[in-house]
């Protein structure tokens, strides 16, 4: 009420004042430091548990990888051994191993991203041009493939191993993301910090939940699909390496995931 009129505070209320502000500001302090607190923890919490899973996921991986051995060791005689060289049935169980092969691998990739890593000076166009039969392989009929490379990109430093499996796994997520025809897009271009990776696709688009939580370890929404791990290491490869990822996605319309990679230094 006294506000509402000009009236002169005298000191003992000015003391007042200042000291019900400051207790005010002492509880907005430690409210503010909480949950500052708070989600450090919840970042600590979540960077031990990736540790967690990563450990487990790579002890997995080599059991797994021993079996998996022994399994195709025999099913390798089994198949010689068929009378009449009608190998159809073995030949299906060979292939299912090998694509158990295949998960260990990602398990592997992911469990230990920093592993055997052996950087090389590349320059992306050829790396893209070597894969591209692998991608157009992994497509089918009814999908267009269309790459693209500006000229003279800068070299970047990278595992070439590792580069692949960006390229590929973006353009798996590209072709799982068309169930009818549709086009992938591969394009490489200059960028300011150096190369820019594009892996477009005119697929189904993610709404905001799945984009919020794409490039999160072992999310999915291929039920009994996918291992939700394709994103994430494409993530981990790629911040390793200095460089960032961007996803700009229209639901219905498609997603294009940008990968910029700085150039390497003389
Ligand atoms: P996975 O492919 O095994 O499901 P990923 O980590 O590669 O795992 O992708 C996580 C999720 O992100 C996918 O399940 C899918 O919902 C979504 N996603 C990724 N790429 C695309 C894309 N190009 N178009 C639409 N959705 C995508
Ligand atoms: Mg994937």
Redesign the pocket.
Known sequence: NDCARERTWDVAEIEALRAAAGALGGVIERDLSIDALRESNERLWQARKMEAVGRLAAGLAHDLRNYLTVVVGYGTFIRERLPGGDTGDADALLAAAARVGDLIDRLLAFSRPQDTVTLEVLDIGTVIRDVESVVRALLPEAHTLSVSVSPGLDPVLLDRGQFERVIV??A???R??MPGPGTLGILARPDPAGVALEVA?T????DEA?RA???EPF????AG??????????YGIVTGSGGSVDLA?VPGA??T?TVCLPRAQA
């Open positions: 796994n973006l798996l997520n590209a799982d993301a696709d697929g189904m688009g993610m799945t939580r794409a490039f999310f999915t929404t291929k699909q996918g291992t939700g791990l394709g994103l994430s290491m494409v996605t498609g997603t995931v």
